[in-house]
């Protein structure tokens, strides 16, 4: 599995070459910069970016802002941004444009091995992980509270989606069958207003909704 890393700390760029690389993953470039990812991707063809928030030269979006510009150009292009802050505006375009796996996870899960490269397979695989202290900070409190539509179940299903596990995973936490799950998942998105045309993931979008309101 190619990977593209853009990150400026020389330090974790190494220790992340030699963790992903033990881990079976090919590293195919680290770039220290916005634009060095661009050109990156488009040579690489990655399976898999990584991507830090703040990148020289202001250190402050440009991570954000290259990842979606790398998007545009490649669309699908499964980027996770590791981060100990979060752009509003790019963050929450990055998650919500629909195409392809995203993630965010805070620079410290990096040391749990296994939990990183986990996720970092799940976002190439097209799926998402997100890091609840880092989309806590994404949020804003509706004034109303749509969870209290949800029944007890249900609101047990959603928590564990919040924590990303996956159907399978929620099925035998709660003693109940996969038919079950679907189902219930089904009814969340239905009273979260969600419906199948919404150009997000409704996965994520339900997920967001619980966050903003523990």
Known sequence: MRVVIAEDNVLLSNGLELLLTAKGFHVAAITQDAPGFVAAVTEHRPDVTIVDVRLPPTFRDEGIHAAIQARRRHPGLPVLVL??????????????????GVGYLLKDRVSRVSEFTDALRRVAAGGT?????????????????????????????????????????????????DNAVHKHIGNIFAKLGLSPTDSGHRRVLAVLTYLSRH
């Open 83 to 100: 981060s100990q802050y979060v752009e509003q505006q790019y963050a929450g375009e990055l998650i919500s444009d629909g195409r392809g």
């Open 129 to 177: 992980v997100m890091d609840p202290e880092v989309i806590g900070q994404l949020l804003t409190r509706p004034a109303h509270d749509p969870i209290a539509a949800l029944t007890p179940r249900e609101r047990e299903v959603l928590a564990l989606m919040a924590e990303g596990k996956d159907n399978a995973t929620i099925a035998a936490r709660l003693v109940i069958t």
